[in-house]
């Protein structure tokens, strides 16, 4: 696998947004704690900046990415890709900021949506590179489909592991908050299982000169592995929204191992690239 850092970009950053957008709805709907919330929001910066080091690292001499905004005059997508970044990053940052210090509340409740939406932004903006009409495996619908779907189950289960390690599991407030994301967990891991499938079954459809699971070393072992993960950290968010308290170890196992899930899901994304005019 050649593309780890790419691998670990794209999960990290996707994983970022989907946390971001969680904790906000929690705290446009719930109120939660307040310092809780916002070392939560610090985690989703954290993990958005180990992406974006991963994803220089693979530029082999860090400093061409000053070299990439040119490209933006003849709208690259790489080039929207980092403008994506950077306004999710400095909306979420400057959000976070005022929250640390407390200022300005009416403009926090307008700053909040705003970052979301750019999160959004920045995931379909990360799809579109890999979009390509010359590679066929990845020139379909399934792929922004699939980077959102990172988002989407990664994002519930971090903010409430993040939040259970901080607060109360006991109280009503907080035991609102994580049927909340329990639901919207368990409703997401559906939607990618059921699209996981569809895409399998439209990758081994695909006229290619190549049978794209060939192109991937032990195909039914990635698929098999990221397919349990996922159920198994589902089980593992059961056992901790049904269970007394502590729920927070259960939580975080269930994050790793939903995070891990979709590490392998995008190893073997990488794995079927295949270019229409070699084959390979």
Not at 99 to 116: E, H, I, N, S, Y
Not at 167 to 176: K, S, V, Y
Not at 181 to 194: F, R
Request: charged letters at 10%; one cysteine or more; glycine letters at 6%.
């Amino acid at each position: 696998m050649s593309q780890l850092s790419l691998v670990f970009f794209t999960v990290l950053a996707q994983s970022a947004v989907g946390m971001f957008i969680a904790l906000g709805l929690v705290e446009i709907v719930f109120k939660s704690n307040k310092q809780a919330m916002t070392r939560s929001l610090i985690a989703v910066i954290v993990l958005l900046g180990v992406g974006a080091i991963a994803s220089v690292t693979h530029l082999g001499q860090p400093f061409r990415m000053f070299n990439v905004a040119f490209g933006l005059a003849h709208g690259s997508a790489l080039s929207l890709e980092i403008v994506a970044l950077s306004l999710f990053g400095g909306s979420a940052v400057v959000y976070i900021a005022m929250r640390l210090f407390d200022l300005k509340p009416t403009m926090q409740k307008m700053a909040l949506p705003v970052a979301m939406i750019l999160g959004v932004v920045f995931v379909l903006a990360i799809a579109n590179v890999y979009t390509l009409p010359t590679v066929p495996t990845w020139y379909s619908s399934f792929t922004p489909f699939q980077f959102l779907m990172t988002a989407s189950v990664v994002g519930p289960v971090a903010a409430a592991a993040a939040l259970s390690l901080q607060t109360d599991t006991g109280n009503n407030t907080a035991q609102r908050i994580n049927k909340a994301l329990y639901i919207a967990l368990a409703i997401m891991v559906l939607i990618a299982l059921s699209g996981y499938a569809g895409y399998l079954v439209w990758l081994s459809q695909l006229e290619t000169p190549v049978n794209p699971f060939d192109l991937v070393n032990n195909a039914p072992s990635l698929i098999a592995t990221r397919v349990c993960l996922l159920v198994g950290g589902l089980v593992m968010s059961s056992i901790a929204f049904l269970s007394s308290r502590p729920r927070a170890p259960w939580l975080v196992i269930s994050f790793v191992m939903i995070f891990c899930a979709e590490l392998t899901g995008r190893i073997f994304f990488y794995d079927v690239y295949l270019r229409a005019s070699t084959g390979m």
